[in-house]
């Protein structure tokens, strides 16, 4: 896997980006872009495994909470790979990598930067794909303001 950072500017506060990326409606408008019908399955918090499964294929990963700073940062450690709703666990191919999402503000402006090991084999199409997904957040946060 190959660590991947992408980051953006949003004119919000960083409580309406943070909103913006883990309330249920808005993060699977944005995550859509990235993996069509993806939603997350659990509670946001420290320690606790979340699941986040395309309703379209049945795909996902089952991650940990590694650590969270509400507002401020989130760190998921992708634990297995999963199929059938994330019921059965499948190939490895996202298993052991990190995903990380850190936001700072600073004049009313909120810098999201997420930083991600993507498969090799996917990171041409995540290199398109996740831009345009934080495109959509800013988009969103936006609005919110």
């Known amino acids: ?7 953006i500017e ?3 506060s960083k409580e309406s980006v943070w909103t913006t990326l883990w309330e249920d409606t808005t993060f699977r408008d944005w995550a859509n872009i ?3 019908g993806t939603y997350m399955k659990g509670v946001l918090k420290e320690g ?3 699941q ?4 379209v294929s049945g795909y996902g ?4 909470i590694e650590k969270l700073t509400s507002n401020e940062f989130v760190l998921f450690r992708h634990g297995a790979d999963t199929k059938e709703s ?5 190939e490895k191919e996202w298993t052991g990598g990190k995903e990380s999402y850190s936001l700072t503000e600073k004049n009313g402006v909120t810098t999201l ?8 084999e996917q990171e041409e199409t995540f290199n398109i794909s996740f831009p345009k997904a934080l495109e959509r957040i800013k988009t969103l946060a936006e609005k919110m303001q």
Do not use: C
Not at 52 to 55: A, V, Y
Not at 113 to 119: N, W
């Open 34 to 36: 990235i993996d069509e």
């Open 10 to 12: 949003i004119n919000a």
């Open 86 to 90: 994330g019921q059965q666990e499948r």
């Open 61 to 64: 990963v089952t991650s940990l």
């Open 1 to 7: 896997m190959k660590e991947t950072q992408f980051s």
């Open 48 to 50: 606790n495994e979340i």
């Open 113 to 120: 930067i997420v930083k991600t090991d993507i498969p090799q």
């Open 52 to 55: 986040f499964i395309s309703s």
